[in-house]
């Protein structure tokens, strides 16, 4: 069956905050955020999925001002609010991003065991290296990390949190009375783990999350990140903007987990899509060119700068896209292709970052449900994904259009469930629960 993961988020696209249907949430309107999960679950989505960023961006021109043009300056604390979420939900997973960059192992483990606890088995983490200065400089860094170090921390943080996960054993917990046992100390497990970036005694002072592992989300397209997504994640929310580049990817990353000695369908890849969904094919193609109409060049430049962590504002913004892609610090694999698509169509400056801010690169179907859903059926049945991420343009508080017209259309068509089976995240993804490296 195909996965399908709800963003949620006040809308992905850059100019969607300003559309008049649009909700706001500054990052912390609660009621909507339950009301959005709460849909998602009636619609019986595998995952809510809560991004992060660490800063407020401040790249473009060295300041603070083109930032407030766009929505990227009020984040909801992910693993907060997810287990918040968990109280008012029952079946929907729970995923939420966690910097390895910015994050201490042992902390990180407890919280995300707890909601794995509270949830019922229903908790995920994504796990990102972070983007920009801004973020390094919140946590005591003049400068972010650069692209190797942070991803060899990464697979470092990877490790450390399921051997925590592991080290507090699932039957540690005897509570005899009579013979005054409350635990087996046999069942507790010390790491000793000294590391290039972390040193951790262990064991963790929680026991095991009852899928064993909360499920492991990787996102990016850079080499560094296939690679330890090989090794070590178990579903991908990944940019591809066409079939045919997501079809390559997919077959690749398969490969790549085999030469690692893990089964291929133990990794969901899902990439991000943007729907656009009307009445008709006009209708909806009118709702595209007003959400357009709403992106300001100055919001897309600011917006692109702090991904990449380079200031254009240097540039003229209609001038040619500047070929930076070997000076890319922040998202490398996704911004060199898109200099480089840029670059090869002519476009300006200008043009290239409201083209971006329009879906950030993810393929964005524009039309009627029916051709929606029959687009998303060719990718999964032509193996380019195993399902998707649905990042909405904007928050309706009323209605929405993918949950309440595409996913009835792809339910009709056998591809995609009408109600949840009992059982945790990891079951409802095919996932298998892993052993404990420490039990005998």
């Known amino acids: 069956m195909m996965n399908l993961a709800l963003y949620l988020d006040s809308g992905i696209h850059q100019g969607g905050w300003r559309h008049p249907d649009a909700a706001a ?3 912390s309107n609660w009621p909507l955020y339950r009301r959005i999960a709460q849909r998602a679950e009636a619609a019986k989505l595998d995952l809510i999925f809560v991004a992060d960023k660490l800063a407020i961006d401040d790249v473009y021109g060295g300041h603070l001002a083109q930032t407030a043009q766009h929505r990227q300056v009020g984040w909801s604390e992910p693993l907060t609010l997810l287990a918040a979420l968990a109280a ?3 079946d929907i997973g729970l995923g939420g991003t966690v910097s390895s960059s910015y994050s201490v192992p042992y902390t990180t483990a407890r919280q995300l065991a707890n ?4 949830s019922g088995g229903r908790a995920a983490w994504n796990v990102v290296t972070s983007l920009s200065h801004a973020e390094a400089r919140n946590f005591g860094r003049s400068e972010h990390f650069s692209h190797a170090a942070r ?14 996960w592991d080290s507090f054993e699932e039957d540690a917990l005897i509570m005899d009375k009579a013979q005054a046992r409350f635990a087996d100390p046999a069942r507790f497990h010390r790491l000793d783990h000294q590391g290039e970036s972390f040193d951790v005694q262990g064991p963790l002072n929680l026991p095991r999350p009852p899928q064993g592992h909360p499920v492991v989300i990787q996102a990016g397209v850079s080499d560094a990140f296939i690679d330890l997504a090989a090794q070590q994640a178990e579903m991908l929310f990944v940019v591809q903007p066409t079939r045919e580049r ?20 133990q990794l969901r890849v899902l990439p991000g899509m943007v729907p656009i969904v009307g009445n008709t094919q006009r209708d909806a193609e ?9 992106i300001t060049v100055e919001s897309g430049l600011s917006f692109v700068s702090a991904s990449m962590n380079i200031d254009l504002s240097q540039y003229p913004i209609d001038g040619p896209v500047p070929d930076l892609r070997e000076q890319i610090t922040g998202s490398k694999g996704r ?9 090869e169509q002519n476009l300006t400056l200008g043009e290239m970052a409201k083209r971006y801010a329009e879906s950030l690169s993810f393929p964005a179907p524009t039309g009627t449900a029916d051709t929606i859903a029959k687009q998303m059926i060719e990718w999964y049945q032509h193996q380019a994904c195993d399902g998707f991420v649905i990042l909405p343009t904007y928050i309706d508080e009323r209605e929405d259009r993918f949950l309440e017209q595409v996913v009835p259309r792809l339910q009709h068509a056998g591809v995609f469930r009408s109600e949840y089976q009992p059982g945790t995240l990891r079951d409802r993804l095919g996932l298998v629960k892993p052993a404990n490296r420490f039990h005998t």
Request: no cysteine.
């Open 246 to 265: 997501a079809q390559q990817f997919y077959h690749n990353l398969k490969q790549r987990a085999l030469q690692y000695q893990r089964q291929p369908d």
């Open 25 to 27: 949430t500054g990052g």
């Open 88 to 90: 008012v939900t029952d």
């Open 151 to 164: 991803y060899r921390r990464a697979a470092e943080f990877i490790e450390v949190m399921k051997a925590l």
């Open 115 to 118: 909601i794995d606890h509270i």
């Open 335 to 343: 911004f060199q292709y898109v200099i480089a698509s840029a670059i």
């Open 286 to 294: 009118e709702r595209a060119e007003y959400l357009k109409s709403l």
